[in-house]
């Protein structure tokens, strides 16, 4: 019954009201001609340049604890393999899909909103060892996301002449930046800002935490060129709701059990880490791709707003299911 009452965590509920009402106010903005059709584009831009960078860094900003490092290790190797997993089956989900339809929904079916949907929830659930877990297993969705997910949508190619433009993206290099510091960090603890330099890291935390909303008012305004009606009508809404919500996590809880069964551990506070981030709805940044590189822009909008309502339910029968698991003592 806990795991069920924090649901009704200030967190967890704030997460969920904030993106619907921020996407509202885009809605509204635009709808009102307050901002020019060109506004979700301009924030998409702000976003992608500045914002999530910072916000990449940042998220590589905390200690490795020595009691959690096995179970870490073993996250942070099967985020890789989940993520090109999770690509190779959203290749075979829409397999009938063509064009930027396919693109679209595969990279929004890969990725969704682990860091702003995801993590408030784990936290409030498991405390600061679910919220370790699951900024492990984030490592593999930042590496993919900008570099698979903007490729996917941009239609940049793994050419030589392209290797600069796709390497040299400030979100990549902010990534790979972090991820050096995390794992050195025992031996360059300077570069640990948040620590010695509380004074920059706060500003580049400011400058992070402005991604969720940026992208939220993108949607927003991007859905008042659409019927909010038609987005609940639309039927490739629904099937990704469907695939990404129900059938995802359940393929890789099936998976994860497995792993523990042939002794490859995963402590509980990890597995339910990994089911609930593989249950959000897509990524702000997905979306914000779809819109800035014109790939089914009122597609992806229609999907992160109805499907951002959709994975609350989902989430809370996901967390019943790996209570009743856990008791089974599966996981």
Do not use: C
């Amino acid at each position: 019954m806990s795991h069920i009452l924090v649901i009704l965590n200030t967190k967890f509920l704030s997460a969920i009201f904030s993106t619907i009402f921020i996407i509202l106010i885009g809605y509204f903005l635009r709808k009102k001609n307050k901002v020019t059709e060109q506004g979700s584009k301009i924030l998409s831009s702000i976003l992608l340049s500045a914002a999530l960078p910072a916000l990449a860094f940042n998220a590589f900003m905390q200690d490795i604890k020595p009691e959690t490092y096995t179970t870490g290790i073993n996250v942070l190797i099967f985020g890789f393999v989940a993520y090109v997993l999770l690509i190779f089956l959203s290749y075979i989900f829409y397999i009938r899909y063509e064009g930027d339809a396919k693109k679209t929904m595969i990279v929004l079916t890969t990725f969704g909103s682990t860091t702003f949907f995801g993590i408030p929830i784990i936290n409030g659930l498991l405390g600061s060892t679910g919220t370790l877990y699951a900024n492990i297993f984030n490592i593999a969705y930042r590496v993919f996301l900008y570099s698979f997910g903007l490729i996917m949508m941009s239609g940049i190619k793994f050419e030589k002449k392209n290797l600069k433009q796709i390497f040299l993206n400030p979100i990549i290099i902010a990534t790979f930046l972090g991820l050096i510091i995390w794992i050195f960090q025992k031996y360059i603890p300077f570069a640990r800002i948040d620590k010695t330099a509380k004074p920059i890291f706060a500003g580049l935390k400011y400058l992070g935490n402005l991604s969720s909303p940026l992208a939220w008012l993108a949607i927003g305004m991007t859905l008042a060129n659409i019927s909010l009606k038609e987005a609940l009508e639309e039927v490739q809404t629904l099937v990704y709701g469907v695939i990404k919500l129900i059938v995802i996590p359940l393929i890789f809880l099936v998976l994860l059990i497995i792993l523990n069964s042939l002794g490859i551990h995963f402590q509980y506070e990890a597995i339910t880490s990994i089911i609930i981030m593989l249950a959000t709805p897509p990524a702000t940044v997905a979306v914000a791709y779809a819109i800035k590189f014109d790939k089914k822009a009122v597609l992806a909008s229609n999907i992160s707003l109805v499907n951002t309502v959709l994975s609350v339910f989902a989430i809370i029968i996901w967390i019943v299911v790996l209570t009743i698991t856990h008791g089974m003592g599966l996981i």
